[in-house]
């Protein structure tokens, strides 16, 4: 009888413990400023028309024409995306992330975020576990993924916006949905930074 209770007490704290990892998780979601998010294939409503798939390179990494390579300096790359009129995102991604996957076989596909990244962004794609080396935007140099480190990058994708004097205003710290993505794309793209947070941001616009 003893052993019966000490067992049901058991299943009982499992699933407690279990509810509690999932609450959590939520909560750190929106305290970062962003919702959660699930998997396209698990999202109502019809499918849009996609534009055509990317490329998978052979090191498991995805491949856009709009992306840029980087110059192995970062205050290089935030100095050649005001060149150009635009604004430098460091995405952070690795071989084998099932939402890096999400993001590039999926929501970079549809043509109003490709539109929005692809002409306001430059975009440089960095690897989490990559070891070429790269000098921060305060003049040290190391492997990317020590980088990744000193960068406080916990997980894949992550997405950095730097301005031209290598400052971040914006991160995106895992995945989100598309319309949630892009609005965030706006935010650090107009300079919305200056005025709000990213969670009001999103909060005004019933995306939070």
Same mark, same amino acid.
């Given at each position: 009888m003893e052993k019966s209770r000490q067992s049901l007490?058991?299943?009982?704290?499992?699933?407690?413990?279990?509810?509690?990892?999932?609450?959590?998780?939520?909560?750190v979601s929106?305290?970062?400023?962003?919702?959660?998010?699930?998997?396209?294939?698990?999202?109502?409503?019809?499918e849009p028309d996609l534009l055509p798939m990317p490329t998978l390179g052979d090191d498991g990494m995805w491949i856009e024409a709009w992306e840029h390579p980087s110059s192995g300096d970062l205050a290089r790359d935030a100095q050649l995306a005001? !060149?150009?009129?635009?604004?430098? !995102?460091?995405?952070?991604?690795?071989a084998g992330c099932p939402y890096c996957l999400q993001l590039?076989?999926?929501?970079?596909r549809l043509l109003s975020l490709y539109k929005?990244?692809?002409?306001r962004f430059y975009?440089?794609?960095?690897?989490f576990y990559g070891t070429k080396p790269i000098r921060d935007i305060d003049g040290v140099s190391a492997g990317?993924?020590?980088?990744?480190?000193?960068?406080?990058?916990?997980?894949?994708?992550?997405?950095e916006f730097r301005t031209a004097d290598g400052k971040e205003v914006l991160?995106?710290?895992?995945?989100?949905?598309?319309?949630?993505?892009?609005?965030?794309?706006?935010?650090?793209?107009?300079? !919305?930074?200056?005025?709000?947070?990213?969670?009001?941001?999103?909060?005004?616009?019933?995306l939070l």
């Open positions: 007490l058991m299943g009982v704290g499992i699933v407690v413990a279990t509810v509690a990892v999932i609450v959590g998780a939520i909560f929106h305290q970062q400023g962003f919702p959660t998010a699930q998997l396209a294939g698990q999202q109502a409503g019809a005001a !060149a150009e009129g635009k604004l430098l !995102a460091v995405f952070w991604e690795r590039h076989t999926h929501d970079f929005y990244v692809s002409q975009v440089v794609r960095l690897d990317e993924h020590e980088l990744a480190l000193r960068h406080r990058v916990q997980g894949t994708p992550t997405m991160r995106i710290p895992g995945y989100v949905e598309p319309r949630v993505m892009e609005s965030a794309f706006e935010f650090a793209y107009t300079g !919305a930074y200056r005025q709000t947070k990213i969670n009001d941001w999103l909060r005004e616009r019933d």
